[in-house]
Protein backbone atom coordinates (compact mmCIF):
# COMPACT_ATOMS: atom_id res chain seq x y z
CA UNK A 1 0.00 0.00 0.00
CA UNK A 2 1.61 3.11 -0.82
CA UNK A 3 1.27 6.37 0.74
CA UNK A 4 1.54 9.65 -0.72
CA UNK A 5 2.61 13.15 0.43
CA UNK A 6 -0.41 14.97 -1.72
CA UNK A 7 0.35 18.55 -1.07
CA UNK A 8 2.02 21.37 1.18
CA UNK A 9 1.01 24.85 2.14
CA UNK A 10 3.05 27.21 4.11
CA UNK A 11 1.02 30.40 5.84
CA UNK A 12 3.36 33.02 6.59
CA UNK A 13 2.62 35.58 10.25
CA UNK A 14 1.58 39.14 9.57
CA UNK A 15 4.47 40.99 10.60
CA UNK A 16 7.53 41.08 8.67
CA UNK A 17 10.87 42.36 8.53
CA UNK A 18 14.35 41.90 6.58
CA UNK A 19 17.16 42.08 8.85
CA UNK A 20 18.54 45.38 7.89
CA UNK A 21 15.70 46.35 9.36
CA UNK A 22 15.74 44.62 12.41
CA UNK A 23 19.45 46.36 13.37
CA UNK A 24 17.89 49.18 14.72
CA UNK A 25 16.10 47.56 17.27
CA UNK A 26 18.84 45.06 18.17
CA UNK A 27 21.02 47.89 18.73
CA UNK A 28 18.54 49.53 21.43
CA UNK A 29 18.55 46.20 23.21
CA UNK A 30 22.23 46.19 23.01
CA UNK A 31 22.30 49.60 25.28
CA UNK A 32 24.85 49.57 28.26
CA UNK A 33 26.58 46.99 26.65
CA UNK A 34 30.45 47.09 25.80
CA UNK A 35 30.59 48.81 22.02
CA UNK A 36 33.02 45.71 21.17
CA UNK A 37 30.52 43.17 21.95
CA UNK A 38 27.74 45.49 20.33
CA UNK A 39 30.02 45.08 17.14
CA UNK A 40 30.17 41.51 17.10
CA UNK A 41 26.42 41.07 17.94
CA UNK A 42 25.31 43.08 14.85
CA UNK A 43 27.50 41.44 12.64
CA UNK A 44 26.33 37.85 13.37
CA UNK A 45 22.76 39.28 12.36
CA UNK A 46 23.89 40.69 9.37
CA UNK A 47 26.13 37.78 8.81
CA UNK A 48 23.38 34.86 9.23
CA UNK A 49 22.27 34.10 5.55
CA UNK A 50 18.55 35.29 6.75
CA UNK A 51 18.02 38.66 4.52
CA UNK A 52 14.17 38.37 5.90
CA UNK A 53 12.20 36.76 8.46
CA UNK A 54 8.29 37.20 9.78
CA UNK A 55 6.93 37.23 13.06
CA UNK A 56 3.65 36.67 15.17
CA UNK A 57 4.69 39.94 16.76
CA UNK A 58 5.97 42.66 15.36
CA UNK A 59 9.69 44.12 16.68
CA UNK A 60 8.86 46.44 19.10
CA UNK A 61 6.78 43.77 20.48
CA UNK A 62 9.72 41.35 20.44
CA UNK A 63 12.03 43.35 22.08
CA UNK A 64 9.28 44.91 24.93
CA UNK A 65 9.74 43.19 28.32
CA UNK A 66 6.07 41.81 27.79
CA UNK A 67 5.84 38.69 30.62
CA UNK A 68 6.01 34.61 29.58
CA UNK A 69 2.12 34.98 29.98
CA UNK A 70 1.29 37.67 27.34
CA UNK A 71 4.00 35.93 25.05
CA UNK A 72 2.29 32.53 25.27
CA UNK A 73 -1.09 34.37 24.89
CA UNK A 74 0.19 35.86 21.13
CA UNK A 75 1.40 32.64 20.48
CA UNK A 76 -1.60 30.56 21.13
CA UNK A 77 -4.19 33.20 19.55
CA UNK A 78 -1.33 33.43 16.85
CA UNK A 79 -0.56 29.83 16.07
CA UNK A 80 -4.69 29.08 15.61
CA UNK A 81 -4.84 31.01 12.82
CA UNK A 82 -1.64 30.45 11.07
CA UNK A 83 -2.55 26.61 11.61
CA UNK A 84 -6.15 26.93 9.86
CA UNK A 85 -4.83 29.18 7.29
CA UNK A 86 -2.38 26.60 6.24
CA UNK A 87 -4.68 23.95 6.57
CA UNK A 88 -7.56 24.83 4.23
CA UNK A 89 -4.64 26.02 1.87
CA UNK A 90 -3.47 22.27 1.85
CA UNK A 91 -6.49 21.05 1.64
CA UNK A 92 -7.52 23.38 -1.37
CA UNK A 93 -4.36 22.19 -3.31
CA UNK A 94 -5.59 18.25 -2.77
CA UNK A 95 -9.11 19.20 -3.80
CA UNK A 96 -10.28 17.95 -0.55
CA UNK A 97 -12.51 19.22 2.23
CA UNK A 98 -11.54 18.99 6.37
CA UNK A 99 -14.50 16.10 6.83
CA UNK A 100 -11.53 14.21 4.38
CA UNK A 101 -9.43 14.28 6.97
CA UNK A 102 -8.98 10.98 9.45
CA UNK A 103 -6.15 11.87 11.46
CA UNK A 104 -4.38 15.11 12.42
CA UNK A 105 -1.24 15.70 13.85
CA UNK A 106 0.08 19.21 15.56
CA UNK A 107 3.44 20.14 15.92
CA UNK A 108 5.19 23.06 17.75
CA UNK A 109 7.42 23.40 20.48
CA UNK A 110 7.88 27.46 20.96
CA UNK A 111 4.55 27.97 23.10
CA UNK A 112 2.29 25.90 25.25
CA UNK A 113 -1.20 25.19 25.00
CA UNK A 114 -3.89 22.56 26.51
CA UNK A 115 -6.08 21.42 24.67
CA UNK A 116 -3.59 21.41 22.15
CA UNK A 117 -4.15 22.83 18.42
CA UNK A 118 -5.66 20.09 16.54
CA UNK A 119 -8.43 20.48 18.98
CA UNK A 120 -8.99 24.08 18.06
CA UNK A 121 -8.92 23.09 14.36
CA UNK A 122 -11.54 19.97 14.57
CA UNK A 123 -13.95 22.91 16.24
CA UNK A 124 -13.54 25.52 13.78
CA UNK A 125 -13.16 23.57 10.25
CA UNK A 126 -15.60 21.36 11.41
CA UNK A 127 -13.51 18.20 11.13
CA UNK A 128 -14.82 14.48 11.40
CA UNK A 129 -15.67 14.02 15.09
CA UNK A 130 -13.95 10.75 15.25
CA UNK A 131 -10.82 12.41 13.66
CA UNK A 132 -7.82 10.72 15.08
CA UNK A 133 -5.35 13.24 17.59
CA UNK A 134 -1.96 13.53 17.86
CA UNK A 135 -0.13 16.99 19.45
CA UNK A 136 3.89 16.41 18.89
CA UNK A 137 5.70 18.67 21.31
CA UNK A 138 9.47 19.10 22.62
CA UNK A 139 10.85 17.94 19.63
CA UNK A 140 11.89 21.01 18.13
CA UNK A 141 12.91 21.01 14.29
CA UNK A 142 12.40 17.18 13.65
CA UNK A 143 8.67 17.43 14.65
CA UNK A 144 8.06 17.97 10.60
CA UNK A 145 9.71 15.23 9.76
CA UNK A 146 8.68 13.21 12.60
CA UNK A 147 5.09 14.12 12.43
CA UNK A 148 5.14 12.78 8.53
CA UNK A 149 6.38 9.78 9.79
CA UNK A 150 3.77 9.23 12.32
CA UNK A 151 1.10 10.17 9.26
CA UNK A 152 2.44 7.50 7.24
CA UNK A 153 2.47 4.73 9.73
CA UNK A 154 -0.99 5.37 10.42
CA UNK A 155 -1.91 5.54 6.89
CA UNK A 156 0.16 2.65 5.93
CA UNK A 157 -2.01 0.67 8.56
CA UNK A 158 -4.91 2.18 7.23
CA UNK A 159 -6.46 1.49 3.41
CA UNK A 160 -8.39 4.70 2.07
CA UNK A 161 -7.31 7.01 4.53
CA UNK A 162 -5.77 10.80 4.71
CA UNK A 163 -3.75 12.56 7.10
CA UNK A 164 -2.86 16.34 7.97
CA UNK A 165 0.56 17.21 9.87
CA UNK A 166 0.18 20.84 10.61
CA UNK A 167 3.46 22.56 11.98
CA UNK A 168 3.53 26.16 13.58
CA UNK A 169 6.22 27.82 15.72
CA UNK A 170 7.11 31.25 16.46
CA UNK A 171 10.70 31.32 18.00
CA UNK A 172 10.47 35.00 18.53
CA UNK A 173 8.16 34.57 20.94
CA UNK A 174 11.10 33.04 23.28
CA UNK A 175 14.00 35.69 22.86
CA UNK A 176 15.30 36.70 26.27
CA UNK A 177 15.08 39.99 26.51
CA UNK A 178 17.92 39.53 29.90
CA UNK A 179 20.05 36.88 28.27
CA UNK A 180 22.99 38.40 26.04
CA UNK A 181 24.83 35.20 26.15
CA UNK A 182 25.74 33.99 22.60
CA UNK A 183 23.08 31.38 22.43
CA UNK A 184 20.04 33.88 22.44
CA UNK A 185 21.72 36.45 20.46
CA UNK A 186 22.27 33.57 17.57
CA UNK A 187 19.40 32.12 17.45
CA UNK A 188 17.72 35.53 17.07
CA UNK A 189 19.64 35.86 14.02
CA UNK A 190 18.62 32.74 13.00
CA UNK A 191 15.38 32.10 13.83
CA UNK A 192 11.93 33.61 12.58
CA UNK A 193 8.07 32.44 12.72
CA UNK A 194 6.23 30.33 10.06
CA UNK A 195 3.28 27.68 9.52
CA UNK A 196 2.92 25.03 6.97
CA UNK A 197 0.47 22.32 6.30
CA UNK A 198 1.15 18.76 4.90
CA UNK A 199 -1.70 16.01 3.36
CA UNK A 200 -0.69 12.38 2.75
CA UNK A 201 -2.87 9.61 1.80
CA UNK A 202 -3.54 6.05 1.14
CA UNK A 203 -5.78 6.14 -1.54
CA UNK A 204 -4.63 4.33 -4.32
CA UNK A 205 -6.01 6.69 -7.10
CA UNK A 206 -4.22 9.95 -5.28
CA UNK A 207 -1.28 11.77 -6.62
CA UNK A 208 2.07 12.54 -5.07
CA UNK A 209 5.77 12.00 -4.16
CA UNK A 210 5.35 8.23 -2.37
CA UNK A 211 7.28 7.77 0.92
CA UNK A 212 9.32 5.02 0.13
CA UNK A 213 10.69 4.39 3.88
CA UNK A 214 11.68 6.53 6.83
CA UNK A 215 13.98 6.09 9.88
CA UNK A 216 15.28 8.25 13.04
CA UNK A 217 18.65 8.06 14.06
CA UNK A 218 19.24 9.00 17.82
CA UNK A 219 22.69 10.26 18.42
CA UNK A 220 24.10 9.22 22.26
CA UNK A 221 24.97 10.97 25.53
CA UNK A 222 23.78 14.42 23.71
CA UNK A 223 21.11 15.69 25.70
CA UNK A 224 22.33 19.18 26.51
CA UNK A 225 23.09 20.37 22.74
CA UNK A 226 19.94 21.58 22.10
CA UNK A 227 16.53 22.23 23.38
CA UNK A 228 14.96 24.69 25.39
CA UNK A 229 15.19 25.81 29.62
CA UNK A 230 12.08 26.75 31.16
CA UNK A 231 12.56 29.54 32.64
CA UNK A 232 9.91 32.04 34.78
CA UNK A 233 10.97 34.23 31.54
CA UNK A 234 10.01 31.97 29.05
CA UNK A 235 11.79 29.45 27.06
CA UNK A 236 15.11 29.85 26.96
CA UNK A 237 17.06 28.61 24.20
CA UNK A 238 19.90 25.76 24.77
CA UNK A 239 21.80 25.36 21.67
CA UNK A 240 25.54 23.70 21.74
CA UNK A 241 28.20 25.26 19.80
CA UNK A 242 29.49 21.76 18.92
CA UNK A 243 26.02 20.56 16.71
CA UNK A 244 27.40 21.39 13.13
CA UNK A 245 30.79 19.13 14.11
CA UNK A 246 28.60 16.34 15.78
CA UNK A 247 26.24 16.47 12.35
CA UNK A 248 29.29 16.05 10.37
CA UNK A 249 30.69 13.28 12.26
CA UNK A 250 27.81 11.01 12.40
CA UNK A 251 26.25 11.96 9.02
CA UNK A 252 27.97 9.00 7.78
CA UNK A 253 26.18 6.66 9.48
CA UNK A 254 22.91 9.15 9.09
CA UNK A 255 22.90 8.72 5.21
CA UNK A 256 24.44 5.50 4.12
CA UNK A 257 23.13 2.95 5.81
CA UNK A 258 19.46 4.17 4.95
CA UNK A 259 20.56 4.41 1.31
CA UNK A 260 21.97 0.85 1.26
CA UNK A 261 18.91 -0.49 3.34
CA UNK A 262 16.67 0.75 0.10
CA UNK A 263 19.31 -0.44 -2.47
CA UNK A 264 20.30 2.96 -3.50
CA UNK A 265 23.44 4.92 -2.78
CA UNK A 266 23.46 8.77 -2.73
CA UNK A 267 24.14 9.03 -6.27
CA UNK A 268 20.91 7.78 -6.90
CA UNK A 269 19.01 11.06 -4.86
CA UNK A 270 17.88 13.49 -7.29
CA UNK A 271 16.90 16.05 -4.35
CA UNK A 272 18.14 16.96 -0.76
CA UNK A 273 15.33 18.10 1.02
CA UNK A 274 16.95 19.43 4.33
CA UNK A 275 15.93 21.22 7.06
CA UNK A 276 18.10 24.48 7.30
CA UNK A 277 19.28 25.01 10.73
CA UNK A 278 21.56 27.88 10.15
CA UNK A 279 24.37 28.98 7.92
CA UNK A 280 27.15 26.93 9.85
CA UNK A 281 25.02 23.23 9.43
CA UNK A 282 23.92 24.13 6.20
CA UNK A 283 27.65 25.02 5.16
CA UNK A 284 28.57 21.62 6.84
CA UNK A 285 26.07 19.62 4.63
CA UNK A 286 26.65 21.72 1.65
CA UNK A 287 30.60 20.51 1.70
CA UNK A 288 29.64 17.15 2.94
CA UNK A 289 27.12 16.82 -0.73
CA UNK A 290 29.13 19.31 -2.65
CA UNK A 291 32.32 16.81 -3.76
CA UNK A 292 28.99 14.56 -4.77
CA UNK A 293 27.55 16.86 -7.62
CA UNK A 294 24.53 17.65 -5.17
CA UNK A 295 23.44 20.82 -4.31
CA UNK A 296 20.63 21.95 -1.44
CA UNK A 297 19.99 25.21 -3.53
CA UNK A 298 16.30 25.12 -1.96
CA UNK A 299 17.17 24.65 1.61
CA UNK A 300 19.79 27.59 1.55
CA UNK A 301 16.81 29.66 -0.38
CA UNK A 302 14.39 28.99 2.28
CA UNK A 303 16.48 29.59 5.21
CA UNK A 304 17.07 33.50 2.94
CA UNK A 305 13.74 34.42 2.53
CA UNK A 306 11.76 33.23 6.13
CA UNK A 307 14.83 31.98 8.81
CA UNK A 308 15.00 28.54 10.50
CA UNK A 309 11.20 28.42 11.73
CA UNK A 310 11.93 25.50 13.96
CA UNK A 311 9.74 22.36 12.79
CA UNK A 312 8.23 24.02 10.02
CA UNK A 313 10.81 25.08 8.19
CA UNK A 314 11.70 21.73 6.52
CA UNK A 315 7.93 21.85 5.30
CA UNK A 316 8.72 25.46 2.90
CA UNK A 317 11.38 23.30 1.61
CA UNK A 318 9.27 20.40 0.69
CA UNK A 319 6.84 22.81 -0.59
CA UNK A 320 9.39 23.72 -3.18
CA UNK A 321 9.61 20.63 -4.28
CA UNK A 322 6.22 19.39 -4.63
CA UNK A 323 5.30 22.31 -6.24
CA UNK A 324 7.80 21.71 -9.22
CA UNK A 325 6.93 19.23 -11.89
CA UNK A 326 9.33 16.70 -10.84
CA UNK A 327 9.91 13.50 -13.29
CA UNK A 328 8.10 10.23 -12.41
CA UNK A 329 10.88 8.30 -10.82
CA UNK A 330 12.90 11.33 -9.16
CA UNK A 331 14.10 10.18 -5.29
CA UNK A 332 14.58 12.44 -2.70
CA UNK A 333 15.28 12.87 0.83
CA UNK A 334 13.99 14.54 3.37
CA UNK A 335 15.97 15.07 7.12
CA UNK A 336 16.01 17.22 10.06
CA UNK A 337 17.59 17.51 13.43
CA UNK A 338 16.21 18.34 16.72
CA UNK A 339 16.51 17.66 20.31
CA UNK A 340 17.43 14.28 22.01
CA UNK A 341 19.75 14.74 19.80
CA UNK A 342 18.20 12.86 16.54
CA UNK A 343 17.83 12.82 13.07
CA UNK A 344 14.35 11.82 11.25
CA UNK A 345 14.95 10.82 7.16
CA UNK A 346 12.23 10.06 4.87
CA UNK A 347 12.90 8.61 1.33
CA UNK A 348 10.31 10.06 -1.64
CA UNK A 349 10.02 8.87 -4.84
CA UNK A 350 7.97 10.70 -7.37
Known sequence: MAVRITSVAKQLPKHTRETKDI???VEFWLQGQEERFKRKVLKIFENAA????????????????????????????????????????ALDKANLKPTDIDYIITVSCTGIMI???????????????????????????AAGVS???????????????????????????TFQLDDYSMVNIVSAAIFG????????????????????????????????????????????????QSVPQTIADHFPKIIHP????????????DHLVFHPGGKKIVQTVEDLFGDLGKNIDDTKEVLRLYGNMSSATVLYVLE????K???????????????????????LEW
Open 23 to 25: LPF
Open 50 to 89: VDRRYSIMDAEEVFLKTSFEEKNDIYIRESIKLAEKSLIK
Open 115 to 141: PSLDAYLINSLKMKQDVVRLPVTEMGC
Open 147 to 173: GIIYAKNFLKANLNKRAAVIAVESPTA
Open 193 to 240: DGCASVILSSHEDESGPEIKDEAMYHFYDANHMMGFKLRNTGLQMVLD
Open 258 to 269: FLEKNDLTIEDI
Open 320 to 323: RFID
Open 325 to 347: DLPKGDKGIMLSFGPGFSAQRIL
